[in-house]
């Protein structure tokens, strides 16, 4: 593997960011967080990403929207989306905008864990184990 996944969180609760944050910085992924779309859309102006994983409402933005604007800056990224509500209609529009995942809250960390390992995956080839 070349280098270690690069993550991008986003979420404007900051104590359930920080718990992402950190599981996966120990996971050893290279971790930025932001609390709302503006401080994301910077860092993928400054940073490359294989990962990102989008809360689905964000103050002031959808987190739809967040996604096609950070696949406009990075078209090879790989975004999964959290949210509170899994309906079909929902999951549907995130998967034709480009979604590799789509995960109701709360869903377990072990869970989130996994989405990310795959979407990774898809942009680099198999992970070791």
Known sequence: MD???SLLLVDDDEEFLEILVRRFVRRGMQ????????????????QKF???????????????????????????????????????QAVTQARDGGAFDYLVKPCS????ETAVRSAYQ????????
């Open 3 to 5: 280098h270690a996944c």
């Open 31 to 46: 971790t930025t967080g932001a609390t709302n779309p503006q401080s994301a859309m910077q860092a993928v102006q400054e």
């Open 50 to 88: 294989d990962v990102a994983i989008l809360d689905r409402s964000l103050p002031g933005e959808d987190g739809l929207e967040l996604m096609l604007r950070l696949k406009e800056c990075q078209p090879e990224l790989r975004v999964i989306l959290l949210s509170g509500h899994g309906d079909k």
């Open 109 to 112: 960390l072990a869970d989130l």
């Open 122 to 129: 898809s942009v680099v080839g198999v992970l070791p184990q």
